[in-house]
């Protein structure tokens, strides 16, 4: 079955890095595309990033283009977000995702003073 462990949560100033991982099982990760995707309090789910399966092409929503880099470590099945100069409306829950039907648990991201 498939699993998406998403981890590197937590809380962090404006202006603060992070750098979230997401450990993958069940499938063959290094198949498939991925992406990362955030869901602010009371809003819906918005994508973030993607990646291609080899991890040679990258793609990002306009918000978190310049501060957010997206990666891949296919060996240890591990998908990373690094994200730089943080901002508060950066503040979400954020999933890795194989599809749209296999999201991880997600983990909290905050952005305060």
């Known amino acids: 079955e498939v699993q998406l462990v998403e981890s590197g949560g937590g809380l962090v100033q404006p202006g603060g890095s992070l750098r979230l991982s997401c450990a993958a099982s069940?499938?063959?990760?290094?198949?498939?595309?991925m992406s990362w995707v955030r869901q602010a309090p009371g809003k819906g789910l918005e994508w973030v990033s993607g990646i291609n399966s080899g991890g040679g092409s990258t793609s990002y929503a306009d918000s978190v283009k310049g501060r957010f880099t997206i990666s891949r470590d296919n060996a240890e099945n591990t998908l990373y977000l690094q994200m730089n100069s943080l901002k508060p409306e950066d503040t979400a829950v954020y999933y890795c995702?194989?599809?749209?039907?296999?999201w991880g648990q997600g983990t909290q991201v905050t952005v305060s003073s």
């Open positions: 995702a194989k599809s749209i039907r296999d």
């Open positions: 069940g499938f063959t990760f290094s198949g498939y595309g």
